[in-house]
Antibody, heavy 119, light 110 residues
Framework: QVQLVQSGAEVKKPGSSVKVSCKAS????????ISWVRQASGQGLEWMGG????????NYAQKFQGRVSITTDESTSTAYMVLSSLRSEDTAIYFC????????????WGLGTTVIVSS | QSVLTQPPSVSAASGQKVTISCSGS????????VSWYQQLPGTAPKLLIY???RRPSGIPDRFSGSKSGTSATLGITGLQPGDEADYYC???????????FGGGTKLTVL
């Protein structure tokens, strides 16, 4: 069973950027999509954006347009999410998830990466 | 405000059945498959149901999903203490071209 291994926790200053990685333990993303979902403490799941490498399409939630970038490196089966212009409200756990293309079900999740934004 | 609407909480006794609703619109649930996720405290979400009513391998048949029009429902029978968790519905919104989740429902097993 494939696992998604995410990078470690980050502490960032307001205004800076964070880059979170998500590596598939085996196989590739070639027949799947990848989405990034975040969850602030005590809050629900929030879809940030996603990409489908074989279709070369990427979509972002309007809330994050211009601040987020999602990319994949198929040679290393790694996905990346960069969030810029960080503010305190971006403090959250960031999950990557493998997406079933037709159904948009998220069948494999990473364990999450905690990002703390604090001066 | 979430695009999909779920009740904040539901409860039922151990061994009983519970349903969790998820209401959307013609551009999301009305047009696309619905998935359901279980999130135990301190863990990542886990896929319970996809394609409205299909269970991934390893998910017991106590969990079921259905969809009608712009609403979907998750059913759980034979409730166990270990089912206490937050449950989320999710789908794609074709008008907004974004993924959407419900606000989540906290299940308490009495």
């Amino acid at each position: 069973q494939v696992q998604l291994v995410q990078s470690g926790a980050e502490v960032k200053k307001p205004g800076s950027s964070v880059k979170v990685s998500c590596k598939a333990s085996r196989g590739t993303f070639s027949n799947f999509g990848i989405s990034w979902v975040r969850q602030a403490s005590g809050q629900g799941l929030e879809w940030m954006g996603g990409t489908i490498p074989i279709y070369r399409t990427t979509n972002y939630a309007q809330k994050f347009q211009g601040r987020v970038s999602i990319t994949t490196d198929e040679s290393t089966s790694t996905a990346y999410m960069v969030l810029s212009s960080l503010r305190s409200e971006d403090t959250a756990i960031y999950f990557c998830a493998r997406v079933l293309i037709v159904s948009f079900g998220f069948d494999v999740w990473g364990l999450g990466t905690t990002v703390i934004v604090s001066s | 405000q979430s695009v999909l609407t779920q009740p904040p909480s539901v409860s039922a006794a151990s061994g009983q059945k519970v349903t969790i609703s998820c209401s959307g619109s013609s551009s999301n649930i009305g047009k696309n498959y619905v998935s359901w996720y279980q999130q135990l405290p301190g863990t990542a979400p886990k896929l319970l149901i996809y394609d409205n009513n299909r269970r991934p391998s390893g998910i017991p048949d106590r969990f079921s999903g259905s969809k009608s029009g712009t609403s979907a429902t998750l059913g759980i029978t034979g409730l166990q203490p270990g089912d206490e968790a937050d449950y989320y519905c999710g789908t794609w919104d074709s008008s907004l071209s974004v993924g959407v989740f419900g606000g989540g429902t906290k299940l308490t097993v009495l």
